[in-house]
């Protein structure tokens, strides 16, 4: 249950500011370990700051939903959207400069697959990667490597409550309790829309699943002037309970609010960012740390294709034959 959940206790915030604290800590503490090397001074201009990380983070973990919108097999909903919390939750504390999100981001997926049981081997799984089969076995080489990184810097909190079945709860709660409404489905799709945009911002590390799923509902409805206020105050008896239900409104404006402020980063600051990110990397600026596994497998001579620019842009098809 989410409520007795490490996911409420520990990688649940109060507000984005405690996220924004631990980037920037994150950040500070890069700074100073790559300091202690010697190489490079605390505020060097050629490492990256917290919102140019951030900027990296959200064009990977975009990277990562389009991986798993084209796996085959098809990944089930709530796989993509553990990956996508282990992402965010990895990046609370870590920094890019010292872990490449290239790699993290299909270690995260593979993790992932594990952990909600969904049974793809090995093969199968970097099989959707369009790479040779030693680019392959290179890759899947690099995730295993990282695999128990990633473990202990989720602290071993590996149980992610998704909003999707509490989503389909409230429909079935539409369906035999709310009369008002003849048929709930016709919310269904303007509902999935709202919780494929909230899982790009950061609600899912401010919200618990039910209120991101009652808000998908919410919204759907207010989009199709569908009135939805007797389905709070009477069927989920918060009438009396003002308070409940003024939290809950405000949480679905505030999540409002986070899809409708959300961007990510134009395709020129994405190119710059990565040529930051690559030279920063090239710095080899930990000593404990192997440079070449850092920067992810596509840098590997058994996997780079000829000729190629620095970091070429992955499309769908690098992920997978599309044919």
């Not at 990256?48 to 990380?53: A, G, S, V």
Request: with cysteine.
């Amino acid at each position: 249950m989410y409520h007795s959940s490490t996911q409420r206790k520990r990688w649940t915030f109060c507000n984005g500011q405690q996220l924004e604290r631990c980037r920037e800590e994150a950040n500070r503490n890069f700074r100073s370990k790559a300091a202690a090397t010697g190489k490079v001074e605390q505020n060097d201009v050629r490492l990256l700051k917290p919102h140019e990380e951030l900027a990296i983070c959200k064009h990977y973990e975009k990277r990562l939903l389009d991986f798993c919108s084209v796996f085959k097999p098809a990944m089930p909903r709530s796989v993509v959207g553990t990956a996508s919390m282990y992402f965010k939750r990895f990046y609370l504390n870590n920094s890019v400069m010292e872990y490449h999100p290239r790699i993290i981001m299909l270690t995260c997926v593979f993790l992932a697959c594990k952990v909600d049981e969904f049974n793809v081997s090995s093969a199968q799984f970097v099989g959707n990667l369009r790479e040779s089969p030693a680019g392959q076995e290179k890759a899947l080489e690099q995730i295993l490597e990282y695999e128990l990184l990633l473990i202990q810097q989720l602290n071993f909190h590996l149980i992610v409550h998704n909003p999707y079945r509490p989503f389909e709860g409230f429909l079935i709660d539409l369906k035999t309790r709310y009369p008002v409404l003849e048929n709930p489905e016709v919310l269904r799709k303007t509902a999935d829309d709202f919780l494929s945009r909230v899982a790009l911002t950061d609600a899912y590390l401010l919200f618990s699943p039910s209120q991101i799923a009652l808000a998908a509902i919410l919204s759907s409805g207010s989009r199709a002037g569908i009135n939805m206020e007797s389905y709070l105050s009477e069927s989920l008896k918060l009438k009396e309970d003002r308070t409940t239900l003024a939290k809950l409104l405000d949480g679905m404006k505030c999540m409002s609010n986070l899809i409708r402020k959300y961007e990510l980063p134009k395709s020129e600051e994405v190119v710059a960012l990565k040529q930051k990110l690559e030279k920063c990397h090239s710095l080899d600026l930990l000593l404990n740390t192997n440079s070449k596994k850092r920067k992810g497998y596509e840098d590997d001579e058994y996997v780079a294709k000829k000729p190629k620019v620095d970091e070429e842009e992955w499309t769908d098809d690098d992920f997978v034959d599309s044919v």
